[in-house]
């Protein structure tokens, strides 16, 4: 357990806590992206694995500019938000309702990312570090943009084809 007496030392923790869920989601990407059957699903994730790599690297640059290691926490959430992707890949379904299961999977994972860097790009403004702050709104930002995308890719032709004949 970290040591949180001031506002930077849980800006820290939580910073930590992002950097893991991202590495987790850097493995996680490509299985969901395997899963896929719709084209356009596939090449969300695929597109979202190249912003979550530059997330990862955003991360480190805000480390180093406040003299901080990434190491050193395991992100719980986002270990049971991709253990229920994985498990939602592990089940038996026809192409159009595994499609809409990923998307479910992946929904969720945009919305506590979105949590999680509204929350320390606000920490960041309080604490007086623009550039972080600069740095995890263009983060929250993109992540915002990746939950549209899939919704609407959900709303717009998964979902529909999902619906019993």
Request: aromatic fraction near 4%.
């Amino acid at each position: 357990m970290s040591h949180q007496e001031t506002l930077q030392d849980l800006f820290i923790d939580q910073l930590k806590d992002l950097y893991n869920a991202e590495k987790q989601l850097v493995k996680a990407l490509p299985k969901m992206a395997k899963a896929a059957s719709s084209g356009e699903l596939q090449s969300a994730f695929k597109n979202h694995l190249e912003e979550t790599k530059e997330h990862v690297e955003r991360l480190e640059e805000i480390f180093e500019s406040i003299g901080a290691s990434p190491k050193g926490k395991t992100c719980k959430a986002m270990a049971g938000l991709v253990a229920e992707g994985a498990e939602q890949i592990q089940q038996n379904a026809s192409d159009s309702v595994m499609d809409a299961g990923l998307i479910a999977a992946a929904v969720r994972i945009e919305h506590y990312e979105m949590a999680g860097y509204g929350t320390v790009r606000t920490y960041a403004e309080l604490l007086g570090n623009r550039e972080a702050a600069k740095l995890l709104q263009q983060t929250l930002d993109e992540e915002g943009n990746a939950n549209k995308e899939l919704t609407d890719l959900a709303l717009n032709e998964i979902n529909a084809a999902a619906m019993p004949a």
